[in-house]
């Protein structure tokens, strides 16, 4: 009886898991969908047209790239990304927000996974501008 | 079963959730944010090649003027603490005996003593303040200006002794509930970290000159590049005999007076 209950507490706990996986990745495709529908901001002499990197590696990689470029720009000034394919980029959070312009965009996934990152005790949040 | 149906319901309410916070955000128009530009310096700079500095000709400031003050104030989201245990200040105005407090002549004229002397952050060359800070936080720049790493900064404040300018804060509350009137530009700082003036580093970049050189109306400022010979600041500071706050202890500041 007992190794029954502990298998169907396992095999819940994998739906529950394949589940929030499959919530998550939701979230994901809907932004995606919201930025290639929309037009997208032009910005003179910065091409931000296009993503700094693949979706997939952002997903999985955006706290570090926001650290380095934090790193970069305030200890040693170097201010410009030049991504893979040579476009270039200000090394900015407003270059990540003018593109991902739902104001939702962090928050979904964050407030989702219960992650509470401190950018916005200092920078302006989307969900604060006017 | 029960599970089973549990499930579905979890996970129903959750989709439902997140495509209605979707759409919600779809009719949210774009909002205006720091505008992204390239800065005046495409290359990555070269430690040492410029140090800025700052010329004040106190004979030019005139009293009661208050526009240097408020323009960084502003620039900056500084909070206006009333308090003044609690008072966050980047660039104010002080009297003679405070700022020169060392100086060793002791017939001062009367107009001198009664004249007001700004007072901000000196961004020595040799920087007690750097050399104390345990995480690095404050720490001397490629171009000669002290700046704090708020992302660091633990608030321990062994900066604010460490200082002899008296040139740094610390954020005992939240600044953002007393700042006047935000400006999106530039970000706040939180409760806990220590900040001070950052000689415009963030106008510097985009080619723009000190938002305090820019308001004086009297253009009692003069400020450059010490490193380039023939910068307006070096013009200034041949042609003139200046002084530097507590120059015995050996800090180099980069803050010069004209008397």
Redesign the interface.
């Known amino acids: 009886m007992e190794v029954m209950m502990k298998s169907?507490k396992f095999i819940?706990m994998v739906?529950?898991a394949a589940?929030s996986l499959f919530?998550v990745l939701?979230?994901f495709r809907?932004?995606e969908a919201?930025t290639s529908q929309k037009p997208l901001?032009s910005?003179?002499?910065?091409d931000?047209t296009k993503c700094i990197a693949p979706a997939s590696f952002m997903r999985a990689n955006h706290m570090q790239v926001l650290h380095a470029w934090?790193k970069s720009v305030?200890?040693?000034?170097?201010?410009?990304h030049i991504a893979a394919n040579g476009s270039?980029?200000?090394k900015?959070?407003?270059?990540c927000?003018?593109c991902h312009?739902?104001?939702?965009?962090c928050f979904?996934c964050h407030s989702?996974a219960n992650v509470k990152p401190?950018c916005w005790?200092?920078?302006?949040s989307?969900m604060e501008?006017? | 079963m029960m599970?089973e149906q549990r499930?579905e319901f979890?996970?129903k309410t959750?989709?439902g959730v997140?495509?209605g916070?979707?759409v919600?955000?779809?009719l949210?128009p774009?909002?205006?944010?720091?505008?992204?530009?390239?800065?005046v310096?495409?290359e990555?700079?070269v430690p040492g090649k410029i140090r800025w500095g700052m010329v004040i000709d106190t004979r030019q400031c005139k009293e009661g003027c208050q526009q240097c003050v408020t323009a960084c104030h502003h620039e900056h989201n500084v909070p206006a603490f009333k308090n003044r245990k609690e008072e966050i200040r980047w660039i104010w105005k002080n009297s003679y005996k405070n700022v020169f407090p060392t100086a060793t002549n002791s017939a001062v004229s009367k107009e001198i003593q009664n004249r007001s002397f700004l007072s901000l952050c000196n961004h020595c060359a040799d920087s007690p303040c750097t050399q104390i800070c345990p995480t690095g936080a404050t720490?001397k720049?490629?171009?000669g200006i002290v700046?704090i790493?708020?992302?660091r900064c633990v608030g321990c404040r062994f900066c604010i002794p460490a200082c002899p300018y008296g040139s740094l804060s610390f954020n005992w509350q939240d600044p953002r509930t007393a700042i006047v009137d935000p400006v999106?530009a530039y970000?706040?700082?939180?409760q806990g970290v220590v900040e001070k003036c950052n000689f415009c580093s963030d106008r510097l970049?985009k080619g723009l000159l000190p938002a305090c050189v820019d308001a004086c109306p009297e253009q009692a400022f003069t400020f450059g590049d010490m490193n380039d010979p023939v910068s307006d600041i070096r013009v200034v500071l041949e042609s003139n005999v200046t002084m530097q706050r507590k120059p015995e202890l050996g800090t180099k500041p980069s803050v010069f007076y004209i008397i």
């Open positions: 169907s819940l739906a529950v589940l919530a939701n979230v809907n932004g919201e901001p910005v003179s002499a910065i931000s934090e305030v200890r040693e000034g170097d201010r410009v270039r980029f200000q900015s959070l407003g270059t927000l003018g312009n739902n104001r939702l965009f979904n989702y401190k005790n200092c920078h302006l989307p501008t006017p | 599970n499930r979890i996970k959750a989709l997140f495509a916070l979707g919600a955000s779809g949210v774009a909002f205006s944010l720091e505008k992204t530009a390239l800065p310096w495409d990555k700079p720490f720049r490629w171009d700046e790493d708020y992302h999106t970000p706040t700082r939180e970049v």
